[in-house]
């Protein structure tokens, strides 16, 4: 993606970017298999580091937080990520057989966006953007997370 300055974004980011997260957002608005297929795309990582690589761009950061409620408020399983094991949706209640050991098949898991930080880079951006206030709470509400309107 080539970075191309623009006026009033409070520094040069890819207008491509803000785009891409936009796009992700609505796709993934009340559609839950979009959501999932999105997260297993692996749209967490791309929102976490849009988020860190241009904080000043506004129009970005509300997208983002958008984004990040859109992929989890009908999928709380997509904020979890294996470590060792394969996932599985908890709505199936399934396990996992290895080394003759059954795991349950949240075992071993983390939050993707919260165990990579994305809490601090919420906060921040309601803090430090006016048009991301109630966005950014919202995507820290729907991550589970408590005090999401401070």
Known sequence: MDLVPVAG???????DL???MSTIMVLTLRSP?????AVEAGAGDIV???MQRFPESE???RS???MIRNLVVRNPEN???STGLHILSPQYNQAIVENNVVHSANAGC????LGNGIEKLIRKAKMNCKSCKNAAADALRDLGLDNFDL
């Open 18 to 20: 803000v785009e891409v």
């Open 33 to 37: 298999h979009n959501a999932a297929c």
């Open 79 to 81: 904020r979890q990520v």
């Open 64 to 66: 983002c937080c958008f």
């Open 9 to 15: 974004g409070g520094g040069r980011y890819s207008v």
């Open 110 to 113: 983390q939050t993707i966006l």
């Open 59 to 61: 129009l970005l950061q």
């Open 48 to 50: 976490i580091r849009a």
